[in-house]
């Protein structure tokens, strides 16, 4: 079945680059999309990318895609406290559902 | 504002209890989810609805209830059969055919008395 699978920690250092990284399995998968969840909150999307792209960049944030080998990551450039959070990568499948991985923690240090 | 509401943001279950947690949405999306986020893991589909009136189980439909009487409202009941019912509940939506992605609410979290 679909399954989808993220590194559960990451710590980086205020203003160095972050890269989390998630492998899936569904090669049927439309897109591909990253949220954010901040504690006691709800999901934020963030950015998503269509399954015939290899990259997409909006601002800070950085998509590459690998379908070949089924990898997606997602890099957030000059990291900053505020961008402290879970960070869930998802696939879409039949019915407009999605599969979340199980979410990297982010943890931004001075 | 367009946006999805979760209400109430706190829930406490007694046991043999049943509960209602409330999703309401004005964004005129056709399809509506609940997912059950525990720690730790990511987010399980319970439920799903695309129309009014129409509603399909996800991955962990047992121990839940749904109705979708109205296109703006998804009300789900957390029954006593749910023998493990604390978790963070989360509700999306979503306009049908527009390749847009999954709007969600700021979620219940519900906790055993």
């Known amino acids: 079945g679909e399954d989808v699978e993220q590194s559960l920690f990451l710590s980086v250092r205020e203003g160095d680059s972050s890269v989390i990284n998630c492998t899936y399995t569904d090669s049927s998968s439309t897109y591909l999309y990253w949220y954010k969840q901040e504690p006691g909150a709800g999901l934020q999307l963030l950015t998503y990318i269509f399954s015939n792209m290899d990259m997409k960049q909006d601002q800070r944030l950085t998509v590459l895609l690998n379908k070949k080998d089924k990898h997606l990551s997602l890099r957030i450039a000059d990291t900053q406290t505020g961008d402290s959070a879970i960070y869930f990568c998802?696939?879409?499948?039949?019915?407009?559902?999605?599969?979340f991985g199980a979410g990297t923690r982010l943890a931004v240090h001075p | 504002d367009g946006g999805i509401t979760q209400s109430p943001k706190y829930l406490f279950r007694k046991e043999g209890q049943n509960v209602t947690l409330s999703c309401e949405q004005n964004l005129n999306h056709d399809a509506m989810y609940w997912y059950r986020q525990d720690p730790g893991q990511g987010l399980r589909l319970i439920y799903y609805s695309q129309i009014v009136n129409d509603f399909q189980k996800g991955d962990i439909a047992e121990g839940y209830s749904v109705s979708r009487e109205k296109k703006e409202s998804f009300p789900l009941t957390v029954t006593s059969a749910q023998k493990n019912p604390t978790a963070f509940y989360l509700c999306a939506s979503l306009r049908q055919g527009s390749n847009q992605p999954q709007h969600f609410g700021d979620g219940t979290r519900l906790s055993i008395l």
């Open positions: 998802a696939e879409s499948c039949g019915y407009n559902k999605l599969i």
